[in-house]
């Protein structure tokens, strides 16, 4: 897992640091217009085509989250409904081998949920990962070796395409699950919240009057839409989770 100070801090601190630094730019550009004797008809211009470059990327940046967040989402209902598929082929086997198969679908399914529910522990995450490759090693190692017996030819042809659509799912919802808005647009999109934050403060300022409700309101409204966009961004911590689509996982029988 990739780490940096952008993400490895939580999104709530990121948003009580950023709702300052905007109040802080707003009481600078008052304290600057305050200074200025004429007032600039184009500053009003200005102010309003980055507050629309603002709301573009704020769009931008939040539809490319949502889009992150649907996509592990449907990932995860699908790997679930191949394992679901798995486990139920292993039925047509006869009960020794049936148990077999169950006993190792049972481990690689509990490393699967595990992985889903960790948080951003890299020993734990990469032990998971391990436990489901083993597991994974094992069934494929057995169906392959009955794969050669033509007693088991029926067999065989249903469980093995089972697996790889099973492994196939899983190593696309670890890519997708680790797939983030890239820093690059998160800091472009902060610094544009303090640039227009100060702008603002600099029109109050040429006015020679704040509106100190509307300046809170504005920072606090724009700090949570940011705060909703790096929360859909970060699966493994804050308010919106993929809990529902784990719960998918948790109710295959294994019995």
Sequence with gaps: MIHSVLFDLDAIYIIII???????????????????????????EISSALLGLLALILGFTFAMSG???????????DEANCIGTALLRSDIYPDSLKNEFKKDFKTYLMSRKDYYLLDNNDEKLTASLKQSAAASERLWNRATFYAKNKNYFIQSNMMIPALNEMFDSASKSNMVL??????????????????????????????????????????????????????????????????????????????
Excluded: H
Aim: with cysteine; hydrophobic share 45%.
């Design 178 to 255: 680790n797939s983030q808005v890239p820093e690059t647009i998160v800091y472009l999109m902060i610094a544009f919240s303090v640039i227009i934050s100060f702008f603002i403060g600099y029109n109050s300022g040429l006015e020679k009057k704040i509106n100190t409700k509307f300046i809170i309101g504005f920072c606090f409204l724009i700090c949570i839409v940011i705060l909703i966009t790096l929360d859909l961004d970060r699966p493994r911590r804050g308010l919106i989770k993929l809990d529902t689509e784990i719960s998918l996982m948790q109710k295959l029988n294994l019995n």
């Design 67 to 77: 889009s992150r967040y649907e996509s592990r989402k449907n990932n995860l209902i």
């Design 18 to 44: 950023l709702f300052f630094l905007m109040l802080f730019a707003v009481w600078i550009g008052y304290k600057t217009g305050l200074k200025k004797t004429k007032t600039d008809n184009k500053n009003s």
